[in-house]
């Protein structure tokens, strides 16, 4: 069963309505956007290339990449590489993968639109000139320091820089110079002049934001041929201009920068550089996942300081982690669905992630037997070196699919918890006779019954295997099986024919819900139990595993093949998630 088909390629049956979808709605009703030869909603991913994806990416990705599928209009991919220093071509690489593989594609018609900002910037920079020329922009050739204490705070005015009013002349000379690489890193910097008393606003992003820093760094795809590189609140609103983006979503923490982004394009309209009407900006909610950190300087850490293994540790919220784990495309859009979006922000619980998943496995994920705490149990009375076939359903609700087969011995495992030396109340499982009382009796779950005589321990007093007699008539599947009655139905494997696999069972990375909330350290609330490998033992089919492969394993959860370890023959399984949620109170 391959697990990277079935892209969530068709819009859902019945999107749910938000604030989006009506200004939308309105936009299209009004024909605010009609253009020729454009649909009237173009939105954009816009990821800074400085570090891999992760699940509140993933929020945005389904939003800005489903809307537009749900309109019939166009989503473009654009790197926002304009900061050289933190950029390389690795997170471009692993960024346009994860896109691709949770569903989506920028290609339409042909046409492949993929975009980087980089693309921009001899147009960026014309506009730069532009804005110095007309008044709109000046060189401030302040220290940081000094620029820092003039800038003022949330309750104090700004300053107004020393060279706030220096003649464009001046500037327009100097901001050349620093393209033509006679500055350092720091010397001169320059800044938007929003209006005569920006250095008042109460917005601290319009007290003469900077918009080009010079920065003397190898860029990973225009090499060096800069040296001055704009800002992410300049490139980012004439980006979505250049590329005729009619709505530009952003997470709420780009409320106070709107200001700035209306002001910039409507500046730039009015010196005949764009066409009216130009983008929009609207911010929703970002997405507060419990018991996850998703801070890209917090989850480098947890890398650089091998506490995972690395970007795509099954551990990780990232999506590359999230897909080693054996999370699927539909399960994370299911669960983008399910939450919604608000604009007010707010903490969604794991669990909601954990059941999208267990809805979109349990209804496709074929079913294996597996033993993962493993104690031998000997059927006394079963001939030696024989073997009978077993069968069960690959699904039992996919009949189609039809069945699996595997072999009952005289040796098999079970799980250790289905034995105990003095059962207690209520327990139906293996136990042996004591006294007058004979041993229990239980099903092997699609074999037969038997009755539990006896068990071995080792000199510690271990429990090292289990005696038992079969009923030789009670073989699930035919007539006889229909006169014993049981309470107990166990899970098996052969021992002789049995796959030993490793198994990881991957739990939660953190034990606290907010585990960086208030200023904790968040490496206190690591999980100590987050990972634990077993050797366990599985049905014989299962060594035909391959990677990315996802199975249930038949009482214990949803595992998946792993995609990095895996090798023919010898598959190494991840588990996805418990079959409940083990950590509802």
């Given at each position: ?25 309105n ?44 309109y ?22 692993t ?11 920028w ?54 820089s ?34 005569e ?31 001055i590189y ?34 910039l ?98 209804p ?59 059962p ?115 049905e ?13 394993f ?32």
């Amino acid at each position: 069963m391959s697990n990277d088909k079935n892209k969530a390629d068709a819009a859902p049956a019945a999107p749910t309505s938000n604030f989006l979808r009506a200004i939308i709605d309105n936009d299209i009703a009004a024909g605010t956007h009609v253009r020729a030869g454009l649909p009237q909603v173009i939105t954009r991913f816009p990821p800074e290339p400085n570090g891999y994806l992760h699940v509140g990416h993933a929020k945005s990705i389904c939003l800005n990449f489903g809307l537009a599928r749900d309109y019939q209009g166009l989503c473009h991919l654009r790197f926002d590489d304009t900061n050289p220093a933190k950029e390389e071509q690795e997170y471009v690489d692993t960024i346009i993968d994860s896109v691709k593989w949770l569903g989506f594609s920028w290609e339409q018609e042909g046409k492949d639109h993929l975009y980087y900002a980089s693309d921009y910037f001899d147009k960026l920079y014309e506009m730069a000139e532009y804005l110095i020329s007309a008044g709109f922009a000046y060189v401030d050739s302040q220290s940081a320091e000094d620029m820092a204490k003039n800038r003022g705070n949330f309750g104090t005015p700004g300053t107004n820089s020393p060279f706030r009013n220096r003649p464009a002349e001046e500037s327009l000379a100097i901001f050349r110079d620093m393209k033509a690489g006679k500055y350092k890193d720091g010397e001169h910097i320059l800044r938007a002049k929003v209006s005569e008393d920006a250095m008042a606003s109460p917005n601290m992003n319009l007290r003469d934001p900077a918009i080009y820093r010079i920065r003397h760094a190898h860029h990973h795809r225009t090499g060096d041929d800069w040296c001055i590189y704009p800002m992410y609140d300049y490139t980012h609103p004439i980006s979505d201009a250049l590329e005729n983006i009619t709505h530009s979503l952003c997470t709420l923490e780009f409320q106070d920068h709107r200001p700035f982004y209306d002001w910039l394009l409507a500046t730039l309209a009015e010196g005949g550089f764009f066409q009216q009407p130009v983008p929009r900006q609207y911010e929703f909610a970002r997405m507060n996942l419990t018991y996850v950190v998703t801070s890209k300087r917090k989850l480098r850490q947890l890398v650089d300081e091998n506490i995972v293994s690395g970007w795509d540790d099954p551990l990780m919220p990232t999506i590359v982690g999230l897909r080693r784990r054996g999370y699927t495309p539909e399960s994370i859009q299911l669960f983008c669905e399910r939450i919604g979006v608000s604009k007010a922000d707010g903490w969604i619980d794991m669990s909601t992630l954990e059941g999208s998943l267990r809805d979109d496995l349990d209804p496709k994920a074929p079913r294996a037997a597996a033993v993962l705490r493993p104690l031998k149990l000997i059927i006394d009375n079963f001939p030696e070196g024989e073997s009978v076939d077993c069968s069960a359903p690959v699904h039992p609700h996919l009949p189609e699919l039809g069945n699996r087969s595997f072999p009952i011995t005289k040796n098999l495992w079970i799980e250790q918890e289905d034995f105990m030396e003095v059962p207690v109340k209520g327990y139906f499982r293996l136990f042996p006779p004591s006294g007058e009382t004979a041993g229990s009796r239980v099903r092997l779950r699609y074999g037969y019954v038997i009755e539990c005589t006896g068990f071995d321990k080792d000199a510690d007093g271990n429990v090292i295997a289990v005696h038992a007699n079969y009923f030789e008539d009670s073989k699930s599947g035919t007539e006889g099986a229909n006169t014993y009655k049981v309470k107990g139905n166990i899970h098996w494997v052969s021992a002789d024919a049995a796959l030993e696999a490793e198994v990881r069972l991957y739990d939660r990375l953190f034990t606290d819900p907010n585990p960086d909330a208030g200023g904790k350290d968040f490496k206190l609330a690591l999980n100590p139990n987050a990972l634990e490998v077993v050797t366990a033992y599985l049905e014989p089919g299962m060594k035909d595993a391959v990677g990315d492969q996802r199975f249930q394993f038949e009482r214990h959860g949803y595992f998946v093949a792993d995609r990095v370890d895996s090798t023919p023959g010898k598959p190494v399984f991840n588990r996805i998630t418990t079959l409940k949620d083990s950590w509802a109170k």
